[in-house]
T-cell receptor, first 112, second 114 residues
């Protein structure tokens, strides 16, 4: 089983560039979330989705957009990259009846 | 604001000893409290959870204790092994009874010395 797949694993962007971080899961999970992880801090929730067509903002949504057109995919878009968005990004999915979230391997993003 | 926090950022133990990782929380409305383990370069991995109406739950070599009076959560690892070296996060669900919103604390780095 592939589980949760994130692409790319590494990315360097210039300030002002846009890009999309991809997240796909093959477990038919309804819930999906994006987190960012910065040194010395826990995972902070960016956006989440409770099903296809339904998304909402988390703790730190500014500068990011999401959409959920299918159950499997939950891409995260950076509209105009800023150095403050340098971080490791994790995507997670889980079914509604569980607290066991399955995480991808992460995308390490550097904005210069 | 409401948060899930950690008492100690680092913990160093000898192989074979028991480890205790602590976590304080402030949101009394959470239904579940969860522990995750993150190894270097990987995503977090679920360890164990405990429902808010329980005081204790045991898994394989791990025990989670919940003290609602003082809003404190702990993870006990028995006979700690080098493979247990990782960052441990406590988390809570804040979906108003549903599990769609998991909020994580800052994490504790556990180092196991051989």
């Amino acid at each position: 089983n592939a589980g949760v797949t994130q692409t790319p694993k590494f990315q360097v962007l210039k300030t002002g560039q846009s890009m999309t971080l991809q997240c796909a899961q093959d477990m038919n999970h309804e819930y999906m979330s994006w987190y960012r992880q910065d040194p010395g801090m826990g995972l902070r929730l960016i956006h989440y989705s409770v099903g296809a067509g339904i998304t909402d903002q988390g703790e730190v949504p500014n500068g990011y957009n999401v959409s959920r057109s299918t159950t499997e995919d939950f891409p995260l878009r950076l509209l105009s990259a800023a150095p403050s968005q340098t971080s490791v990004y994790f995507c997670a999915s889980w079914p509604p009846e569980r607290t066991e979230a399955f995480f991808g391997q992460g995308t390490r993003l550097t904005v210069v | 604001g409401e948060s899930v926090g950690l008492h100690l950022p680092t913990l160093s133990v000898q192989e074979g000893d028991n480890s205790i990782i602590n976590c304080a929380y402030s949101n009394s409305a959470s239904d579940y409290f969860i522990w995750y383990k993150q190894e270097s370069g990987k995503g977090p991995q679920f360890i164990i959870d405990i429902r808010s109406n329980m005081d204790k739950r045991q898994g394989q070599r791990v025990t989670v204790l919940l003290n609602k009076t003082v809003k404190h959560l702990s993870l006990q690892i028995a006979a700690t092994q080098p493979g247990d070296s990782a960052v441990y996060f406590c988390a809570e669900n804040r979906g108003g009874g549903s599990n769609y919103k998991l909020t994580f604390g800052k994490g504790t780095l556990l180092t196991v010395n051989p």
